[in-house]
């Protein structure tokens, strides 16, 4: 509880006049198209998602890294591209996170980055496999100033663990996971805040208790239990778990399943956030894994120019009009996160 309350003052702290005046900004045009159902953007995104590299040392089952299923580019976001980035939207922007798909920490200067977009005061955030926090990453990560660590624990013995996480050892993210709470400790840092995020699959669901008792014993910020994306979710999965409130899909009459998501005719995230690929394609959002909607490419544009453009502002309407007719958007339960 400690912890959250000081994640929460530290994100409050990053929230200056010029950053309150975009969420202002970005919060009244959304409901303003809304309100003339059309898309009006004013504004410039108040949380954005950069991919630091789409490589990945697992080969997790419903992950195109794991599966080396991308049909798009694979590579390492160059430094210059991320600091220009940074460098544009860096009086706007309140919340970067460092992820898309691919595991960060692969990345020679993941860190470097971090630091660089920290010095300007942004709330930074990561999403990790934790297979590379040995003592030395563990220690420059509490120094680089990230703020939040997402360590992903889908299981809390090896057998179950492995079950999804496809190659991984448990034992490394435990390792890894006391090496950043000794070096906060030693550091007297109160960040990163360390959330351990649980994907719940029928294979661990039996183990949902026991991860927060591990959390606990550890010294673990916070737990997120997380439901699972299953691409072909229409005749089950073996991944559908039968606790039903932590599945994306339910089943009908006929044995098929179903979205639960109403896929109302609007979206938040079209209007407040953004994801930028490794070669700085701009994509709407996390749901376009595979990079299927560029709406603009940031070695060849400016940020603005791409936020505020026709594309950017076609894709708005569209989904404005029919967000069930977009591919991307068929599979999309966001929100679906269980915190504690």
Known sequence: MVGSFSDTKNILSKTNWRRLRNITQIYSSY??????????????????????TT?????????PSGLRSFTRPTGMLQQSLFESTIDQLADTLTYLTFYFQGEPYLHPSFLKM?????????????STNGHFLKDEAAKATVQSGLDRLIISID????????SYRVGGSLEKVLEGTRNIIKWKRMLRSLSPHIVFQFLVVKPNEHQINEVYRLAEELGV???VLKTAQIYNYENGSDLIPSIEKYSRYKRNNDSSYSIKNELHNNCWKMWHSCVITWDGKVVPCCFDKDGKHVLGDLQKQSFEEIWKGEPYNAFRKSLMKSRAEIEICKNCTEGTKVWA
């Open 155 to 162: 299981g809390t013995t090896q057998e179950t663990y492995q």
């Open 114 to 126: 971090v630091n660089y977009a920290s010095q300007r005061g942004i709330y930074t955030a990561t």
């Open 31 to 52: 409901h303003f198209s809304r309100l003339i159902n059309k898309p009006s953007i004013t504004g410039l995104p108040i949380s954005i998602s950069i991919e630091p």
């Open 221 to 223: 910020d916070q737990v």
């Open 55 to 63: 490589s990945c040392n697992l080969r997790c089952p419903e992950c």
